[in-house]
């Protein structure tokens, strides 16, 4: 779609030059949920410049969808005994079994601007233009599959999410109050950029995505609460092999990458 593609490399092109790269530090999954929203928060009332975070995991979790019930999703006993987090995210979509070596997750915090004037599943190929791209450079043929899974013939690889913010007032000492109710301090990274001057900022899109690297299927069996038939060990294989990992993809380590992904960004987003 040549038009489409004119437009995203515009939009890229106008967000780029205020576009901050974090790696992150590793983080419990309690406060990457919370930071996760704060950030959005504060690119929402103009307090934090547009930013892609690339997350470091500290510990394994199962993270569920906004608007799930978590004893539908998870057998939180069986979590409990092995040390597994449950947290929920600020985004809608399904439950995600999480462990620090086997994922890979990322998160765009752009102003709504970015995002203005075209439709939600537009919007999800507009955020991961740039990973279908690096994923490119390291040999996949990466496609789009549905609203906001991405893929390549050999199965899925992650899933995406969107949450919208609206453009807020700033409380006084120039912070939103949501944003200033879940603060981390200086444990934080990334800067701040001064108050506009109309008290108001520019609202934002958090867009998220976490990619298997690899997987522990029977693990994952144990903690998500699927039906019967879906614990079958055939259905447990089918489920594996729809989710190709990036791992057997590549042949790479996950922190090459996490390289290949920030040399990327570096050299063909700011």
């Known amino acids: ?117 075209i439709d939600v599943a537009a919007s999800y190929r507009l955020c991961d233009r740039w990973l279908v791209g690096a994923l490119g450079e390291m040999g996949l043929d990466v496609r789009f599959s549905g609203l906001n899974d991405i893929a390549s013939a050999r199965g899925k690889i992650g899933g995406a999410a969107q949450r919208r913010f609206p453009a807020s007032s700033r409380a006084a000492g120039g912070r939103s109050d949501d944003a200033a109710s879940s603060a981390f301090g200086g444990a934080v990274a990334g800067r701040c950029v001064p108050p506009q001057a109309t008290g108001h900022g520019p609202g934002a899109v958090l867009h998220h995505v976490t990619m298997a690297y690899d997987i ?24 594996v092999k729809r989710v190709d990992p990036l791992k057997s993809q590549t042949g790479l380590t996950r922190g090459e990458v996490v390289a290949r992904l920030l040399a990327y960004l570096h050299d063909h987003v700011r």
Request: hydrophobic share 40%.
């Open 1 to 117: 779609m040549p038009a489409e593609d004119a437009d995203f490399s515009a939009r890229w092109a106008k967000l780029r030059p205020l576009l901050e790269i974090v790696h992150d530090v590793p983080r419990s999954p309690a406060e990457q949920m919370a930071l996760d929203e704060r950030w959005a928060r504060e690119v929402a009332s103009g307090d934090r410049r547009p930013t892609l975070r690339i997350w470091e995991w500290s510990g394994s979790c199962v993270v569920v969808g906004r608007f799930q019930s978590i004893p539908d999703e998870v057998h939180e006993d069986v979590a409990r005994a092995e040390g597994i987090e449950v947290v929920r995210r600020c985004t809608g979509g399904g439950a995600m079994f999480i462990e620090p070596g086997n994922t890979i997750t990322y998160s765009l915090y752009a102003p709504l601007w970015f995002v203005d004037g």
């Open 216 to 239: 522990d299927a029977a693990k994952m069996g144990r903690v998500l609460n699927t039906s019967r038939e879906k614990m079958s060990d055939k259905a447990v294989r089918s489920a």
